[in-house]
């Protein structure tokens, strides 16, 4: 990904759309406590095996909390991914978010609930429910890349390379990805994938 960041810079926020900052207190066994948080959307994530490229598909995208953090990191590697912010089902949110990064059209019914998990649980304790789905060619619409102003990229990870870039530090990965990964792996007879 070519990535050419300038003039990066924070400033505190007042109003917001997606993040709410708390300050929260609370008595925690006869101790008083502090914490500090924020409230945001849960989401849907999705991993998506596509079957005559026998890969996943995952999509790439720059982060700039990741950035604040190391800026050396100039993308993410996720699973196709967004967040609950409208009165539809979940899995009606996983297609369209597969649809909208990644041009694949999914019909509703392959769309399979793995689990949900807890992100960011020191930060914000949002809850990511998680897919699976297998995409091929002929679910293929559009080159992907997001809506508005999203810039993200796909990227095809063969099967035979997972341990490789689970262990590949110079990538910045979410957890969710990874477990992902190890989910496919123990089911994948199950899944009828070779």
């Not at 050419?4 to 505190?12: A, H, L, Q």
């Not at 005559?52 to 590697?77: G, H, M, W």
Request: aromatic content about 12%.
């Amino acid at each position: 990904m070519n990535n050419i960041i300038k003039n990066f810079r924070t400033s505190n926020l007042k109003n917001t759309n997606f993040v709410h900052p708390l300050k929260l207190t609370y008595n925690q066994n006869g101790k008083d406590k502090v914490w500090e948080a924020v409230k945001s959307h849960d989401s849907v994530a999705v991993l998506l095996y596509h079957e005559e490229k026998n890969a996943f598909l995952i999509v790439k995208q720059f982060r700039p909390p990741v950035y604040l953090n190391d800026n050396s990191k100039l993308c993410t590697y996720e699973l196709c991914a967004g967040i609950i912010d409208k009165q539809k089902s979940l899995k009606e949110i996983v297609k369209e978010e597969i649809d909208e990064e990644c041009g694949y059209n999914v019909d509703i019914k392959n769309i399979q609930k793995i689990t949900s998990f807890y992100t960011n649980v020191g930060v914000s304790g949002s809850k990511q429910h998680l897919y699976f789905s297998k995409i091929n060619n002929s679910m293929f619409m559009h080159k992907g890349g997001g809506i508005n102003d999203e810039q993200i990229e796909l990227m095809y990870l063969s099967l035979d390379k997972i341990d490789e870039f689970i262990f590949d530090e110079t990538k910045a990965k979410t957890p969710g990805l990874m477990f992902s990964f190890y989910w496919f792996i123990k089911n994948k007879n199950i899944l009828g994938v070779k």
